[in-house]
């Protein structure tokens, strides 16, 4: 990390000698039309990726927690994609499944309905790779099933013998309770969703995808230090996607006052 942040003040091309040029290369991220591009497509990953796989995880951890029959067998399938999401195997069967002969557009043909290549259009292709990441639900199901098991089953029952409906339960006594661990899976899908690369390497061909849809950060640093050899200038990426992440951890720990409630 020192060498970095000594690096993010250099012209380095990973070749020669790193030279000083002080705050050239974070000047230069004000002028970056490309980055500005990235931290988009990166904030509408994440602000619409995460809240769907949290409320997947959980509607899932509720049916779960029911008591149903052969309990650790669902919970090892729907974890397994948690453990493959990240992985390159995973993003090439994504890259078929989405493509112009996938499994997507075969099931859209029974209905009569022409499909498209929806990783090669502008307007889905980040899309497609929101649908894989809430599609790794498997590891905050876990955490939410763990945590729905600590809540006391007395509290049910005295809200079912005052009449309150399912919904009522959910919103004054599982929600209220549970939000320590929706607090926790928040933060931590959110460092998650930040630092994603693999899938957007992966689907886009490592080039940003169409019109820059799928540039995410994590893509645009690598290929200034990878591909164009401006260590220098990726290195203050890196940097400043540091800052980002600890930017919206300490506001999430700020807020988290105002609607996190622990048992004391």
Do not use: C
């Amino acid at each position: 990390m020192v060498a970095s942040l000594y690096l993010s003040f250099t012209d380095y091309s990973l070749i020669g000698d790193a030279n000083w040029i002080g705050l050239e290369n974070y000047q230069r991220m004000l002028e970056d039309p490309r980055l500005l591009t990235s931290i988009g497509v990166t904030f509408r990953y994440v602000f619409i990726s995460v809240p769907l796989q949290l409320a997947m995880a959980l509607g899932l951890a509720m049916v779960l927690d029911r008591g149903v029959r052969g309990l650790p067998i669902y919970r090892s399938i729907f974890y397994l994609p948690s453990l493959l999401g990240g992985s390159v195997a995973i993003a090439i069967m994504w890259r078929q499944v989405f493509g112009t002969e996938g499994l997507v557009n075969q099931v859209l043909a029974i209905f009569g309905v022409q499909g498209q290549g929806w990783i090669s259009h502008p307007d889905y292709a980040l899309d497609t790779l929101i649908i894989l990441n809430v599609w790794t639900f498997g590891s905050p199901m876990v955490i939410f099933l763990a945590g729905l098991r600590q809540i006391p089953v007395m509290y049910y029952e005295a809200a079912r013998v005052d009449g309150a409906g399912p919904i009522r339960r959910f919103l004054n006594i599982t929600v209220p309770l549970l939000t320590p661990i929706i607090f926790f899976n928040l933060v931590l899908q959110i460092i998650n969703a930040f630092q994603a690369f693999t899938q957007a390497f992966i689907v886009s061909g490592g080039k940003g995808g169409p019109s820059d849809s799928t540039l995410f950060y994590t893509l645009y640093l690598y290929e200034r230090g990878f591909t164009a050899f401006d260590m220098g200038y990726a290195s203050a990426l890196a940097w400043l996607l540091l800052m980002i992440i600890g930017l919206f951890t300490a506001l999430n720990f700020f807020m988290s006052k105002l609607w996190v409630f622990y048992g004391d």
